[in-house]
């Protein structure tokens, strides 16, 4: 189905459902911000970097930017190299291969969610939005830019 009325307090309206392959050029993906929690206590953070997945098209890929500088406003003591580490680990996993470890055998859609997968560390992923995307790897370059830079 590519359309669908919806009636809504005495009101039609149509909304438009979008599967893979059907929206012309352009795909639906999933995204979260990396964020960089260096005191859990205070829950202040530092948006660090994108993860974006993209089914239809088996992409799974992550860009980070790592602004020291606001890191160490909110934590003098943060370490930077290890955030750097686990931001590194991030782009790993995405690209798969050896340097991905165990999840190198996992396909994009596993590497995605693990990487997303709520967890009480330093670098922390954000909640997931969606959009439609008609290249997912610059669609990733734009978030960054967009969300982190």
Excluded: K
């Excluded at 260096?38 to 980070?64: F, K, M, S």
């Excluded at 995605?112 to 330093?122: E, N």
């Amino acid at each position: 189905m590519s359309e669908r009325h919806i009636h809504v307090a005495g009101h039609v309206t149509e909304r438009h459902i979008t599967r893979a392959g059907q929206g012309g050029d352009r795909d639906v993906f999933e995204y979260a911000l990396l964020r960089v929690v260096p005191r859990v206590e205070r829950g202040e953070c530092v948006n660090a970097g994108v993860v974006v997945y993209c089914r239809a098209r088996a992409y799974v890929g992550a860009r980070t930017h790592l602004d020291e500088a606001r890191l160490l406003a909110l934590d003098p003591g943060a370490d930077v190299a290890g955030v750097r580490a686990a931001l590194g680990a991030v782009a790993r996993v995405c690209a798969g291969g050896e340097e991905a470890g165990q999840a190198a055998r996992d396909d994009a859609g596993r590497r995605f969610r693990w990487l997303i997968a709520p967890r009480s560390t330093v670098v922390q992923p954000g909640p997931v939005h969606t959009g439609l995307t008609a290249d997912p790897e610059v669609e990733t370059e734009r978030l960054l830019d967009l969300l982190v830079r």
